[in-house]
């Protein structure tokens, strides 16, 4: 798995990050974009499987990427973050890493 | 172990598994999707992708053997909780390789809503779209009686 090849990205000399540094390092999404070619039962049954969502919610996620083109399907710590983006691309889906400093 | 044996008609797959052994070959050098790594750091992506690559390559590898001795003696293959996730993102690898090749020409719209104007395809194109059907299937099966999320509907 890549997560044990995943960098971690705060140095020794960092362990004391001040709290919004902090805050920022927790504000990482996952975003599927959408593609022409895998199928909804497809996306749906990836959602569930990586990230434990059930039925509705994996649907709802699935036709948010169908309908808008991205959806967020997880938020939280970078590494771990990372660790979905290369699940999520081993099924081949788009997927991106985003840091709420962008918006 | 849940598992499923699916009859297929020899004469009808067997033409098609030259297209995905052709598929396969192009994917052992090349992700079928475009990966964005999230790191800029040159080393990690470049171990990141071919982490991918060698994932990808080991299941379309579990595909191929699928479609082994037993199916061209009865036409039969088998899938069960061991093959099935390998199958299902091998079958979305080379569905997208597909796309981006043989398929290129098809605008994702009309891929998309499945109302593809057969008549007006090539020949080659044809056989290509047929087998990007027939893996669409596979997957539709997978996930209807083998359900690899482990969730349930």
């Known amino acids: 798995m890549i997560v044990s090849n995943s960098k971690t990205h705060q140095q020794p000399g960092q362990a004391a990050a001040t709290a919004p540094e902090a805050q920022l390092a927790d504000a990482w999404r996952v975003v599927v974009l959408n593609d022409p070619v895998n199928l909804m039962s497809y996306v749906v049954m990836v959602f569930k499987k990586v990230f434990g969502f059930d039925e509705p919610r994996a649907r709802q996620h699935m036709l948010e990427v169908h309908e808008r083109g991205r959806s967020t399907v997880w938020t939280g710590k970078r590494e771990q973050a990372e660790a979905y983006v290369f699940t999520l691309q081993q099924w081949h889906l788009t997927a991106v890493l985003e840091s709420d400093e962008k918006h | ?153």
């Open chain 2, 1 to 153: 172990m849940k598992s499923i044996e699916v009859r297929l008609n020899l004469e009808v797959v067997a033409p098609l598994l030259d297209l995905i052994k052709a598929a396969a070959d192009g994917l052992k050098e090349e992700l079928a999707i475009t990966a964005v790594v999230p790191d800029s750091d040159a080393d990690f992506a470049d171990g990141w992708r071919q982490e991918l690559l060698q994932d990808q390559t080991g299941d379309i590898q579990v595909l191929l053997r699928v479609f082994g001795r037993e199916f061209f003696a009865n036409g039969i293959i088998a899938l069960d909780a061991s093959n099935s996730e390998a199958v299902l993102r091998a079958c979305s690898a080379v569905r997208l390789r597909l796309k981006s090749g043989l398929l290129q020409r098809m605008e994702d719209e009309v891929l998309e809503s499945g109302e593809v104007p057969v008549q007006k395809l090539t020949e080659d194109e044809h056989k290509a779209f047929a087998c990007y059907v027939f893996l669409a299937t596979l997957q539709e099966l997978i996930i209807e009686h083998l359900d690899p999320s482990g969730r349930g509907v």
